[in-house]
């Protein structure tokens, strides 16, 4: 296990995506309101830059909007740039196939200190 | 022998049969009609089912079935149990544009086809046509049928369907369907209209008509009703296609789960992959069966749709009708041909009682 500062809370501002290398690893570090979180930069579908990705909200619809279109979600939803697929930020996990789902590596802040932990 | 559920038998519903059973005025137009060439739904100046074609020496004979009491010799013949009754001409029903001709027609065949083809316990069950030109109508006949416990389904004309089966006009059909827990049937048949994926005009013989006719059919309908939600809008409905075969099948699912990773955000009322649902409440039926040189192909392709999702049909007596044993020489298990042959249609037609032999 290693631990690996990545800079201070201010780099990682509500709302934004930035692309960090430790060592040869690509992690994407995204600030959803408030709370960070650390993907893999390589989406499981055929590898494309997963999060240099566009960060939205998306369409929700069902029997709680009465089957109408809805914008829900903002901020919450990484776009892949090459075939659109969308992920949950917050959990790794595509919307449209139970199967793709990226890791999320741990990352903590303390004294403004943000922090990567990667294994060995 | 393997018990044998038929999921597309066919009953030769002329006008003249028609017209005791349809309300006036229309009665006197079937009356009409009566004696007239077989296509009866070609009126001039509207022939979706125009021979195109000069006749061919040796082509298949037209074949019909006239009674029940035929329909049993002849199904026993086959080793057929069960058979689920489609008409021949009303095939052509959704190309109809007079909404009261089309409402008064849908009327007698469902009063005929429980009056002429229903009255025993012979193992012909029927579905209640549900005419697209007047959804609501329908949905009431659903309703009406479904106290008819030999009505096992509903009946979706699909050749020349506009709009698709997936327009949210239709939606009373299958709430009613859903209530009355009768999957709805979509079957096709080979006709020339400007409606789409039917402009198979452009094709010089019937050989290629009939190549792509029920299939572009069943898979353009498929994903109309994938695109507007019906399958989660409607979570207990069940869709039976029929008369494609089965290998555009897994093509389907395939494509469509492709572009779902895509485009999830225009059909996000689908909350799970466009194949979940074919493999949950879809069922696909065998006829006309494909026949690779290698017959274990056609296995995958069954195990690939779900062994629990592929129903029997023979379409008899249609000239293309495969006999059971089609589906019997196939190298697979003795268990998966009981359900392809019978159990798997008890799941999609609840109604049909399961036969003591099969339990
Ligand atoms: S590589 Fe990410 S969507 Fe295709």
Redo the contacts with the bound molecule.
Sequence with gaps: MAEHVIGTIADFPVGSSTVVKIRTIEIGVFNVAGTLYALPNI?P????P?CTGGVNGTMVSGPDTDWQLEWGREGEILT?P????EFDITTGQALANPRFKVRQYPISVVDDKVTITLGS | MVFTIDADIHVNDTPGKLAPYCEMPWRKSLELLDGGSYPYLQIPGFAPNLRQDPPIAGSPPYRSVETAADMRRELNELDIEVGILFPDHLLLFATLPNREYATALAHAYNRWLAEEWLQEDNGLFGVVLASPQNPEDSANEIRKYAKNDRIVGVYLPTAGVHPLWGDRKYDPIFSAAQEADLPVCLHSVTITTPQFPYQLDQFENHFARQVLSHAFAMMANLTSIMHTGVPARYPKLKVVFTEAGIAWVPYMMWRMDKYY?EYRRHVPFLDRRPSEYMRERMWFATQPVEEPDDPSQLVETIHQIGDDRIIFASDWPHHDFDHPKAILKLPMSQDLKRAVMGLNALSAFPRIPVPVAAE
């Design positions: 989406c579908h055929q590898y494309g997963l892949c090459w075939h659109g697929i | 990773n």
